[in-house]
């Protein structure tokens, strides 16, 4: 059994800031790539950002320079801060985490929602 517990996602006003965790547990052996998706009402599920065992992280265009994304390994947990939000980035965020086999596991979604 496989848990991705995530918390931070709230009310927030344009310009402001918030932290978003997820922390895995369970039989999820090596992991390989952290990373969050966000998906807005109509909207496909798309990437936000995504960090390897490494350290190499992507990140979608519209949140460079405002998203960064970091893991600590030895607790499997993802962050994910963001500044300088925007009402565009108002969605529901999902935590994703591949392991060394390829399989991904799922959180539960978190809400976001940037007030103008």
């Known amino acids: 059994q496989v848990q991705l517990v995530e918390s931070g996602g709230g009310l927030v006003q344009a310009g402001g800031s918030l932290r978003l965790s997820c922390a895995a547990s369970?039989?999820?052996?090596?992991?390989?790539?952290m990373g969050w998706y966000r998906q807005a009402p109509g909207k496909q599920r798309e990437l936000v950002a995504a960090i390897t065992s490494g350290g190499s992280t992507n990140y979608a265009d519209s949140v460079k320079g405002r998203f960064t994304i970091s893991r600590d390994n030895a607790k499997n947990t993802v962050y994910v801060q963001m500044n300088s939000l925007k009402p565009e980035d108002t969605a529901v965020y999902y935590c994703n985490v591949v392991n060394v086999f390829g399989k991904d596991y799922w959180g539960q979604g978190t809400r976001v929602t940037v007030s103008s």
């Open positions: 369970g039989s999820i052996f090596s992991i390989n790539v």
